[in-house]
T-cell receptor
Framework: AQTVTQSQPEMSVQEAETVTLSCTYD???????LFWYKQPPSRQMILVIR??????QNATENRFSVNFQKAAKSFSLKISDSQLGDTAMYFC??????????????FGKGTHLIIQP | NAGVTQTPKFQVLKTGQSMTLQCAQD?????MSWYRQDPGMGLRLIHY???????DQGEVPNGYNVSRSTTEDFPLRLLSAAPSQTSVYFC????????????????FGSGTRLTVV
């Protein structure tokens, strides 16, 4: 089984600042995928960014980027030029390469990010 | 709009009652799964399905049943509701294959808030 740990229950930064959310995971799998999901007060789960474990290059999506350290089993999310709309719960999630068998995501407990005006 | 539709959005049940949470997707996704979200716990996998007629248990399956008779629908049944099942429930789906998971991730429904009194 795998576990995902988010050690920051809550973070608060000023608008336009850069913020980094931490995520570590534990697994014996060699092939897997990692995701960051955003959950605003509307409750909707929104995919922010994804990373394939076999890719060494860190994924980026506009203001969002990750620092993926496979050996350290670390997958942090960096948000640049933070905006008020970034205020939300952020969940780190793990999916193992199943080859068509088992499925599903393993989530961390989440980090509540507050962007202050 | 294409996506994952969950009904109802809110429900109050009395202890011992049964009910079915509905989940339907119109994206022809093979894989579907159910999660529950509790405060401070993140999302936890209840059951998943990798295709019509195929289901399996996730991390917290006790007290819940599922079936998958069509590709589109994946209902979650509570046979005898208990206060411990008070939670927000999410259904999610994705295309078959890990390459598609890496590219598109999972699509989530908007959730059902269930209260058992």
């Amino acid at each position: 089984a795998q576990t995902v740990t988010q050690s920051q229950p809550e973070m608060s930064v000023q608008e336009a600042e850069t913020v980094t959310l931490s995520c570590t995971y534990d697994t014996s799998e060699s092939n897997y995928y990692l995701f960051w999901y955003k959950q605003p007060p509307s409750r909707q789960m929104i995919l922010v960014i994804r990373q394939e474990a076999y890719k060494q290059q860190n994924a980026t999506e506009n203001r969002f980027s990750v620092n993926f350290q496979k050996a350290a089993k670390s997958f942090s999310l960096k948000i640049s030029d933070s905006q008020l709309g970034d205020t939300a719960m952020y969940f780190c999630a793990f999916m193992r390469y199943s080859g068509g068998g088992a499925d599903g995501l393993t989530f961390g407990k989440g980090t509540h990010l507050i962007i202050q005006p | 709009n294409a996506g994952v539709t969950q009904t109802p959005k809110f429900q109050v049940l009395k202890t011992g009652q049964s009910m079915t949470l509905q989940c339907a997707q119109d994206m022809n996704h093979e894989y579907m799964s159910w999660y529950r979200q509790d405060p401070g716990m993140g999302l936890r996998l209840i059951h998943y399905s990798v295709g019509a007629g195929i289901t399996d248990q996730g991390e917290v399956p006790n007290g819940y049943n599922v079936s998958r008779s069509t590709t589109e629908d994946f209902p979650l049944r509570l046979l005898s509701a208990a206060p411990s099942q008070t939670s927000v429930y999410f259904c999610a789906s994705r295309q078959k294959g890990t390459a598609s998971a890496a590219r598109y991730g999972y699509t989530f429904g908007s959730g059902t808030r269930l209260t058992v009194v």
